[in-house]
């Protein structure tokens, strides 16, 4: 990285002099002048856009629509593939989603009939004892008739209070039943709730592999995503891949890969693997540029900074860009420091004469300039006439035939002429050669 700025001081040997000798210097006059002061920084032009098409499944290249420098809109189906195994496993997907979609059932839970005494019974046995109190009700001898229908009484009331503890049995056994069919009921209903709950997960994993292998079928048919210029093919080998989805649901296993080219240019009748790469669609309707700026300088670089641009591939001409982005994170640089990246947007370029520059290509080289401050009515000098004292930022002014030390403080710092915030006014002279032989006081001629 190159900033342009103050440029260094040549140490100039001065002829000797005597105490009355006043030293050989040069001065001039303080003006009002344009001073811009530039960031220089090498940066390479890059695309709007750049994706890299390969192919989804290992296969066979069916047609090839496009060559090397083709201009394509976006949709435009560039490539088709041929690969029969993934319409394969698009069909056992398909057949795996509808297995696991029929449903799946227990019947209900069993009926347990309730247990009740027959009332027949009940009322054959109330007749019996009628009956007997009648006969004993026609015994002539009251004390024989009082002993009988005693006896049936007390008989009547044992058969009542047996009547009472059977229907207190047969209750509790209906209410052991009745608990559990209700217990059966609820653990039929449990274990049905879980098997649905099951069946919608292994539903929810066959429509994934589905899912999975249409996109993978509809992509054997390669389409731009959006408008720019191809190149076919591409550098390195694919990167492995995970086993279709589909595989895995249907029991398939892992599907071993196709030894087709991976890299290299594409042509119809060649196989290629999963993951191959194809073509590169780059779109170049804008151009921007990718600078690296060294920490010295990047904090005087801010977003809307203007910046002109030199391309060794074309001569003479200069772009106009603009920065769009300030890069936080540090790289280090070639010479051993530390850089930061600077985005900027790249417009048109014109020659020396006012012609049309051509538009360069994405990764060719530049040199950016960017205007980081600038002053157009700046009280300005020479930028030999300022030295480094110390601390201190000095100029020497001429006054009254004698050398004056002014402490100063700049603003922008162009090539050829500094502007002097304070220290200095326009019309004052000051010593541009010799300054640091000067001594405060002495005389200048």
Known sequence: MIRRGIPLL?????????????????????????????????ATVGARATASLTSPAAGTVVKLYVSDGDTVKKGEILVRIGAPQARARLKEAKKADKQAAKPV?????????????????????????????????????????????????????????????LNGIVSGLNRTLTSFTGQLGAGMSGLSSSMTSLQAASRSQTRAAVKAAEDTVKGLTVKAPFSGVVTLGGGGSAAPSLPDLSDLVSGGGIPAQSTGSSAGTIAEGVPVSQGAALLTVTDVSELSLRADVDETDVLLVEKGTRAEVEFDAVPGAVYDAEVTGVGVTPQEGATGGVSYPVRLQLADGRFDDGSEAPDPKPGMSAVVRMIVKESPEAVAVPAAAVVTSGRDTVVWAVVGGKAERRTV????????????????????????RGADGVRQGQEIR
Do not use: M, W, Y
């Open 105 to 165: 059932s227990f019947g209900g839970a069993p009926r347990v009939p309730s247990l009740t005494l027959p009332s027949g019974l009940d009322v054959h046995v109330r007749k019996s004892f009628a009956k007997a109190r009648a006969a004993a009700r026609e015994v002539a001898d009251k004390a024989i008739r009082r002993q009988l229908l005693s006896a049936i009484a007390l008989a009547e009331e044992q058969h009542r209070s047996q009547q009472r503890a």
């Open 409 to 432: 403080k700049l603003g922008a710092e162009g090539d050829a002429f500094v502007e002097v915030v304070d220290g200095v006014n326009v019309g004052d002279q000051v010593i541009t």
């Open 10 to 42: 040549a140490l100039l040997l001065l002829p000797a002099c005597t105490a009355e000798e006043a030293p050989l210097v040069q001065t001039a006059a303080v003006a009002r002048a344009p001073v811009s002061e530039v960031v220089e920084a090498p």
